[in-house]
């Protein structure tokens, strides 16, 4: 176990690395100069090459990478290009919107996901099965932003605007800390939106999951020791379909915590994703490489702590 | 009366390609203390009917009665029936390691037997029963292997852990379901002998399915014989071997390896028949060697075949009575009765 951890750590720091060193150089590829865009268009060179020494693009390739490397292992991922503001600073500030919409919205996908892929897998074939299919494909093949865009116009628009009646106001985020039923009604709208397609998405997995392992011979087993249905659904199904979800999950929730741009920037909850999308678009390099190793790092986390959760969900699987 | 009394069972399956006969038509009996062999070949219908008593058969067509000790085992509510699976009426499975759960400890899956039966029996209760009961199937160490997953056991021990489940609340009918069919030679062999031995221990009645009559004849009292749904012969273990009647029951035994017999086996020509369209009359037929006019227009009826020394001995094929046995004498017999009746 122990032995298993130190691997997958170091292993885990040399894809961060990897991370790094990849988008580090993917900003000397793109098209467009940082200090150019910050100078503005009618900036005489003078100014641009002052700007350029002072965020050391001038210097050799190799150095400038060096420096960033040195000034992470210390903990400073550096300024951002646009606003002066600390990295670190910036990820803090930004991470608790995040965070709060895909831990809440994994909370209330899954509920809904497992429940109704329960249902339809006891029931399969039924009309409910059918009909949950139907939920299921357009879960699956709605753009999230429409969805978002939808519940905007229906609480915002013809509730709010027209008729004056506000349960969910769109858009900002009241932190949790803050003001904890304030925070609440900013993120309801949010989290159905992340829901939408992730509970489709769960839900088909934990049919299909419980569908199979509901044939398996120690089902008919369990059915022959008198356990009542429930039981055997429960207790014997379940656990060994649930699985494929926990890894799923384990996946999503780490690929998510590195921002979710369409829903965050639908409802301009101001996380970390809205935060990567302006860096890209201003070329601010230091909040791009921030966000982007936030993102890696969670990625990398997510699959040591999934992998752990299997040895324990499955007594068959050793951590070696 | 006996124990378990079935009679006329039919078991179908709607599919999408048609209906699937699994069973037309099977009556047995099964006494306390004694072990009746079912033998077929794969899809012959002889798990089906043994499960379709349990109600584990969701989704079928069932007609027929199965007096458990006086009560309908089919016409039986669910809740009844479920008080009955495990605790009146167990079932051995066939690949013990497919057949436990693989997430659960050993002595949690006979725990929870217990439980499920008798709720009042506290977890720590269930735990010693179980490792009482691993013992007693012969599981060196049980008070350490009853901590253990099934992944963590040999396939003997595995299937000794199914029969410390099948016996652990005293059913008074066990079902083994080809019990021996995963493991190898040597090993089947001992869990043969265990099954008999608690089998003669707590007086159970034994129904044992198999492929194999090398395992019926080393543990059934009575037997029949299954082909296409149907019942082929019935009689005790002796006149099954030594005075059969039906040609699939003689083809059976001339394909089993017998060191004592040198030679080639003699295989059936053919495949089991399909059983959404089995064949008219007598489903073995097509592939009989003695075929007669008669038994493609006629279903033969299982009826006595004159053997003296079993009266009750039956068997559904239209060849004269007593002509019984296996061997070459016996066989040109049956072809001259097969080519008289030609002409």
Request: net charge neutral; glycine share 10%; proline share 6%.
């Amino acid at each position: 176990m122990i032995r298993f951890l130190i691997r997958r750590v170091v292993f885990g720091v040399f894809v961060l690395w990897l991370v790094s060193l990849g988008t580090f150089l993917l900003f000397f590829v793109v098209p467009g100069d940082p200090a150019r865009s910050i100078a503005g268009r009618q900036a005489t060179p003078e100014t641009i090459a002052l700007i350029r020494e002072r965020l050391g693009l001038d210097e050799p390739l190799a150095v400038q990478y060096w420096t960033f490397l040195k000034n992470l292992f210390r903990g400073d991922l550096g300024y951002s290009y646009y606003n002066n503001q600390p990295v670190t600073a910036l990820i803090a500030e930004r991470i608790g919107p995040t965070a709060s919409l895909v831990i809440g919205g994994a909370l209330l996908w899954l509920v809904i996901g497992v429940g109704v892929g329960i249902l339809s897998a006891t029931h399969a074939r039924s009309l409910l099965d059918r009909v949950t299919a139907g939920f299921v494909v357009a879960g699956i093949s709605m753009p999230t932003f429409v969805v978002g865009l939808m519940l905007l116009f229906v609480f915002n628009y013809l509730l709010s605007t027209v008729l004056g009646i506000t349960f969910f106001p769109g858009g900002q985020y009241t932190p949790l800390e803050e003001d904890p039923a304030d925070w609440l009604r900013h993120m309801i709208l949010p989290w159905i939106t992340l829901c939408t397609v992730q509970a489709a998405i769960y839900t088909r997995l934990t049919r299909g999951s419980l569908l199979e392992v509901l044939g398996e011979d120690y089902i008919r087993t369990a059915r022959a020791k008198g356990d009542g249905n429930r039981r055997v659904v429960v207790v014997h199904g379940l656990r060994a379909a649930l699985t494929p979800v926990v890894t799923q999950l384990g996946v999503d929730v780490g690929y998510m915590l590195g921002g979710v741009v369409v829903t965050e920037s639908v409802f301009g909850l101001g996380g970390v994703g809205q935060a990567a999308l302006q860096a890209i678009v201003n070329l601010d390099r230091p909040v791009v490489m921030g966000v982007v190793l936030l993102a890696a790092f969670f990625v990398v986390l997510a699959s040591i702590v999934v992998d752990i959760a299997y040895s324990f969900l499955d007594p068959r699987v050793r951590l070696s | 009366m006996s124990l378990l009394e079935v009679t006329g069972l039919r078991v179908s399956f709607p599919t999408s390609d048609g209906i699937v006969q699994a069973v037309r038509g099977v009556s047995f009996t099964v006494d306390r203390g004694r072990t009746l062999g079912i033998v077929g070949e794969s899809g012959s219908g002889k798990s089906v009917s043994t499960q379709t008593l349990m109600g584990l058969t969701a989704g079928a067509d069932i007609s027929g009665r199965a007096l458990f000790d006086g009560a309908d085992l089919l016409a039986m509510d669910d809740e009844r029936l479920r008080r009955l699976r495990g605790a009146e009426i167990s079932m051995i499975f066939q690949d013990p390691l497919s057949s436990l759960h693989p997430l659960y400890r050993v002595g949690w899956q006979i725990g929870e037997l217990i439980r499920v039966h008798e709720p009042e029996v506290s977890k720590a209760a269930a735990r010693k029963r179980s490792i009482e009961l691993l013992g007693l199937v012969g599981i060196p160490q049980p008070d350490r292997r009853v901590d253990d997953y099934p992944h963590q056991f040999s396939g003997g021990m595995r299937q000794r852990v199914m029969i410390a489940m099948g016996v652990a609340l005293r059913p008074r009918l066990i079902i083994a379901d080809e019990p021996t069919t995963a493991l190898d030679a040597t090993v089947s062999a001992q869990i043969l002998d265990l099954l008999v031995r608690l089998q003669r221990e707590f007086e159970t009645a034994l129904i044992v399915i198999t492929h194999d009559l090398g395992v019926i004849a080393d543990v059934a009292d009575d037997v029949f014989v299954m082909y296409a749904g149907r019942q082929v012969e019935r009689a005790a273990l002796r006149s099954t071997y030594y005075r059969s009647h039906h040609p699939y029951t003689v083809g059976l035994l001339g394909s089993v390896p017998n060191a004592a017999v040198p030679g080639r086996l003699r295989q059936i020509p053919g495949a089991p028949p399909s059983l959404i369209h089995p064949p008219p009359a007598c489903p073995f037929h097509p592939r009989c060697r003695f075929v007669m006019p008669r038994c493609t227009t006629d279903e033969p009826p299982l009826d006595p075949v004159r053997d003296d020394a079993d009266p009750e001995h039956r068997s559904a094929c239209w060849l004269p009575g007593g002509l019984l046995g296996v061997g070459p004498e016996v066989d040109e017999a049956r072809t001259r009765a097969a080519q008289e009746s030609r002409e």
